[in-house]
């Protein structure tokens, strides 16, 4: 398959590893960003390929393991309200609020829809002008442009039954707040590749110039992964830190200007909560003037719904990556993905979810003959 199977090559693939363990003196930590680099780590064993010296841990890149726990409430609050239509992609309805979720908001006769686009949404609200139409808008810099755009469309259209329920988050913050922890370990870290589609990396190089790490930008399939590690360990090695491009048939240092130029338009940087983490100041968008009179928290009134994470669920070690998946005294017995106690164990790019489904398990089989 052209583009996928020349990326899982499992010679090339021992060959990089054959490189990594011959420039490692280490020990190194390194922290991919994205839960989608997470499962792919996990899935195709690529951290058993890797000489000891190296630890991969895994970081907060997972945007329904990191949409906080009030807002869960928030968005079930809100699909609960007479003539309400509440859309979100399918893997938000199983995240658990305080209480409850919004599956089990559906099954209780709100009106909880799944979509796969928020044009979908606002297609609805157009054609039933009776009901309010909300979408969860939750998401990095990937999900931003296209939520944007739907706003953009609602007000140009004049479309008064449509609003988000906002929950964008930006990944720099969040590196630099896992950075400045006193109880940071990383050494380094795998930068996650479709953000950088769209923003560049241009935020990145003042983060590598002040902690002194070198930031890897890197795509999602196993060689791109290991040759991302391999990056990150010859700086390290050599005492550098820089901003590297592993993923240059996507990314830009500019990134794509169109769609940075549709956020700044749409949304404003402001403090965002991070579930398990807590609030990072400018961490996040919010709708700014005169985009903001499409805001559900605003038209509902749920702004003063506030919730408190369970204290069963170590998710904010994990996605602090303080704490390995199964270092959790509830992994795989009190929760599972079926009865999941937090967002990482549900999440289709959750670390959590990566573990319990492939580490019982033997990896995945790269493409081709080993060497």
């Known amino acids: 398959m052209k583009y996928i199977d020349e990326y899982r090559d499992a010679s090339n693939a021992r060959r990089i590893a054959d490189e990594i363990r011959r420039v490692t003196t280490g020990p190194h930590a390194i922290m991919e960003v994205c839960g989608g680099q997470t499962h792919a780590i996990v899935k195709f064993g690529i951290d058993e390929l890797l000489p000891p010296a190296i630890e991969l841990i895994h970081g907060p890149g997972c945007p329904v393991c990191v949409t906080p726990v009030e807002l869960i409430d928030k968005a079930i609050a809100i699909a609960r309200q007479p003539d309400a239509v509440f859309c979100s992609f399918g893997d938000m309805l199983r995240v658990p609020g305080s209480r409850d979720d919004l599956f089990r908001a559906k099954a209780s006769g709100a009106d909880v829809r799944i979509v796969y686009s928020p044009l979908d949404a606002l297609n609805l609200a157009k054609n039933n002008p009776g009901k309010q139409v909300v979408f969860f808008a939750v998401g990095f810099e990937t999900t931003a442009p296209a939520n944007a755009l739907a706003v953009f469309q609602a007000h140009q259209s004049n479309i008064e039954n449509f609003s988000i329920l906002c929950s ?59 040759h991302g590690v391999l990056l990150c360990v010859r700086q390290l090695e050599e005492g550098r ?131």
């Open 168 to 226: 964008h988050v930006l990944v720099p913050p969040a590196m630099e707040a896992i950075l400045s922890s006193p109880d940071c370990r990383v050494n380094g870290f795998l930068a996650a590749g479709h953000v950088c589609t769209i923003m560049g990396y241009t935020e990145y190089e003042p983060l590598a110039k002040k902690y002194n790490v070198p930031i890897v930008v890197t795509g999602f399939e196993p060689l791109d992964i290991l």
């Open 241 to 371: 830190a820089e901003v590297e491009n592993q993923y240059a048939r996507s990314v830009s240092r500019e990134g794509n200007r169109h769609a940075q130029r549709l956020i700044e338009t749409v949304y404003q940087i402001a403090p965002r909560g991070w579930r398990g983490i807590g609030t990072i100041a400018r961490s996040g968008l919010a709708l700014r003037p005169p985009f903001d009179r499409y805001d559900a928290e605003r038209r509902f009134d749920v702004s003063e719904i506030v919730a408190h994470e369970s204290e069963d669920c170590i998710s904010g070690l994990v996605l602090r990556g303080v704490k390995k998946p199964r270092e959790c005294p509830a992994f795989g017995t009190r929760c599972t993905p079926d009865h999941p106690l937090g967002a990482p164990m549900v999440s289709g790019e959750g670390a959590c979810a990566a573990y319990y489904r492939y580490k019982q398990s033997e990896p995945a089989v790269l493409a081709g003959p080993c060497a």
